[in-house]
């Protein structure tokens, strides 16, 4: 049974560029979530994907902006990258309405480098 | 506002102490809680949560962790501590088990 898979590992990156990262959720699982971890801070929220449609978001500009497909995997796409993108994108998945309340799974993340 | 506090940013313990890290939180009702441990490079790892009941919690590799109301507290421990438990602790709150406020976490070094 697959946990949550996320891609690239690594990913660096020039100021102003684009990025996309991904992720897949663990087996059974319908809903995404993405949180950015800086060096040395716990893990932010950015935003919250389910049945396709962006459900909650953090305290992150638009520049930040995700997509979940119809297989429940997703992406996050960050534009006009600044310096301080770079992070630890973590990406978490949850089945919506499970009756035991069960937390959602982390993958081990996309560490982002901005240059 | 929803916020999490966790007192010590880097705590050392020598193998086979006990070990308590503290966790406090400012939320407008009793919220999920949750503890999450983080090896360098690595994920997040749920060790423990709550949702209700009795509020002395076990998780896994031997920690536990209790829920006092009167003060906003959820505070981890383990009796004896070994040296793979070195890591980074993150206490975490939340108004539902999938979304979820994380404090700026507690590193754990372990001393032989």
């Known amino acids: 049974d697959a946990g949550v898979t996320q891609s690239p590992t690594h990913l660096i990156k020039t100021r102003g560029q684009q990025v996309t990262l991904r992720c897949s959720p663990k087996?059974?699982?319908?809903?995404v979530s993405w949180y950015q971890q800086a060096l040395g801070q716990g893990p932010q929220f950015i935003f919250q994907?389910?049945?396709?449609?962006?459900?909650q978001r953090g305290n992150f500009p638009d520049r930040f902006s995700g997509h979940q497909f119809p297989n429940y995997s997703s992406e996050l796409n960050v534009n006009a990258l600044l310096l301080g993108d770079s992070a630890l994108y973590l990406c978490a998945s949850s089945l919506q309405g499970n009756r035991v309340n069960q937390p959602q799974h982390f993958g081990d993340g996309t560490r982002l480098s901005i240059l | 506002a929803q916020s999490v506090t966790q007192p010590d940013i880097h705590i050392t313990v020598s193998e086979g102490a006990s070990l308590e890290l503290r966790c406090n939180y400012s939320?407008?009702?009793?919220?999920?809680l949750f503890w999450y441990v983080q090896s360098p490079g690595q994920g997040l790892q749920l060790l423990l949560k709550y949702f209700s009941g009795d509020t002395l919690v076990q998780g896994i590799k031997g920690f536990e962790a209790e829920f006092k109301r009167s003060q906003s507290s959820f505070n981890l421990r383990k009796p004896s501590v070994h040296w793979s438990d070195a890591a980074e602790y993150f206490c975490a709150v939340g108004l539902s088990y999938d979304k979820v406020i994380f404090g700026p976490g507690t590193s754990l070094s372990v001393i032989p």
């Open positions: 994907y389910y049945e396709e449609e962006e459900r």
């Open positions: 939320y407008g009702a009793t919220p999920y």
């Open positions: 087996s059974g699982h319908d809903t």
